[in-house]
């Protein structure tokens, strides 16, 4: 009796340490939604926890990683284009335009980059719709219609999500460290001195980082071998002319 209630024992214990397995695995092949909540850098002229905070920012979810898609673009023929499916939500007090800049940086070795920036494909973007959302009920918008109507404000437990979609066509298929820089999620910038031989100041925008990597065999492309490394929130350079920029308060005179 006292064996087989060891074994049973056992087998239940083996089957428990299965099951804890199995649920790790299906965790890992399976992320959840990567909400990417604003932070705080030492550059923001203002308290952006503050309600009152004249620098916004908003929350950008990257439930994910960037996927592969073959697709007959027109005037280019079959393409293995790159998309990065997202959404955007807006939990500060007023309406937000946000006017997506997706610029996509790889990696094929250490003296080896290449930069790609988020294109507009209909063709594409279609496919991609009716992979991703085939009764189309989120409206996806790429980097054009979705800065058409303002991100409206959310409640914390209510939120209202818009979702985008970026594309890419040309990154090379080596390429196994990327990074995507999503700039307009804020208002935030800095302007720093400039950088030699040049006399125009260095314009820096408070931008979203995404690290990636990619593991596998360059000629056979797949989206599970995209996997997410990390997030910050950094200030990056930007040729944004100054025009185009919130506009400072002027200093109190003294």
Same mark, same amino acid.
């Given at each position: 009796?006292? #064996?087989?209630?060891?074994?049973?024992?056992?087998?239940?214990?083996?089957?428990?340490?299965?099951? $804890?397995?199995?649920?790790?695995?299906?965790?890992?092949?399976?992320?959840?939604? !990567?909400? $990417?909540?604003?932070? %705080?850098?030492?550059?923001?002229?203002? /308290?952006?926890?503050? +309600?009152?905070?004249?620098?916004?920012? *908003?929350?950008?979810?990257?439930?994910?990683?960037p996927?592969? %898609?073959?697709? @007959?673009?027109?005037?280019r023929?079959? !393409?293995?284009?790159?998309? *990065? &499916?997202?959404?955007?939500?807006?939990?500060?007090?007023? +309406?937000?335009?946000?006017? =997506? @800049?997706?610029?996509?940086?790889?990696?094929?070795? =250490?003296?080896?980059?290449?930069?790609?920036?988020?294109? $507009?494909?209909?063709?594409?973007?279609?496919?991609?719709?009716? *992979?991703?959302d085939?009764?189309?009920?989120?409206?996806?918008?790429?980097?054009?219609?979705?800065?058409?109507?303002?991100?409206?404000?959310?409640? =914390?437990?209510?939120?209202? =999500?818009?979702? #985008?979609?970026? %594309? &890419?066509?040309?990154?090379?298929?080596?390429?196994?460290?990327f990074?995507?820089?999503?700039?307009?999620?804020?208002?935030? &910038?800095?302007?720093?001195? +400039?950088?030699?031989?040049?006399?125009?100041?260095?314009?820096?925008?408070?931008?979203?980082?995404?690290?990636?990597?990619?593991?596998?065999?360059p000629?056979?492309?797949?989206?599970? /071998?995209?996997?997410?490394?990390?997030?910050? &929130?950094?200030?990056?350079?930007?040729? $944004?002319?100054?025009?185009?920029?919130?506009?400072?308060?002027?200093?109190?005179?003294?």
């Amino acid at each position: 009796m006292t #064996g087989g209630w060891v074994g049973r024992s056992t087998r239940m214990l083996l089957w428990v340490a299965l099951m $804890i397995g199995l649920s790790g695995l299906v965790f890992a092949g399976n992320p959840k939604d !990567r909400e $990417i909540k604003p932070q %705080i850098n030492v550059q923001d002229s203002d /308290d952006i926890t503050s +309600p009152d905070s004249k620098v916004w920012v *908003l929350t950008f979810v990257c439930s994910k990683d960037p996927r592969l %898609i073959k697709v @007959d673009v027109p005037g280019r023929g079959q !393409r293995v284009c790159w998309y *990065l &499916w997202y959404q955007v939500i807006n939990y500060t007090k007023a +309406p937000r335009t946000f006017v =997506p @800049d997706f610029e996509l940086v790889s990696r094929v070795s =250490p003296g080896k980059s290449t930069v790609h920036h988020d294109q $507009i494909l209909p063709k594409v973007q279609e496919a991609i719709r009716q *992979l991703e959302d085939p009764t189309n009920s989120l409206k996806v918008k790429n980097s054009v219609t979705i800065a058409a109507t303002p991100i409206p404000p959310s409640k =914390p437990n209510a939120p209202r =999500p818009v979702t #985008g979609v970026a %594309i &890419w066509d040309d990154v090379d298929p080596e390429a196994n460290n990327f990074q995507v820089f999503v700039a307009g999620l804020s208002n935030g &910038w800095k302007e720093t001195d +400039p950088i030699p031989p040049s006399k125009k100041p260095v314009v820096r925008r408070k931008t979203l980082e995404l690290d990636f990597k990619r593991v596998g065999d360059p000629f056979l492309q797949r989206s599970g /071998d995209i996997h997410f490394l990390k997030s910050e &929130w950094i200030y990056r350079g930007s040729q $944004i002319e100054l025009p185009a920029l919130p506009i400072k308060a002027a200093a109190p005179a003294r």
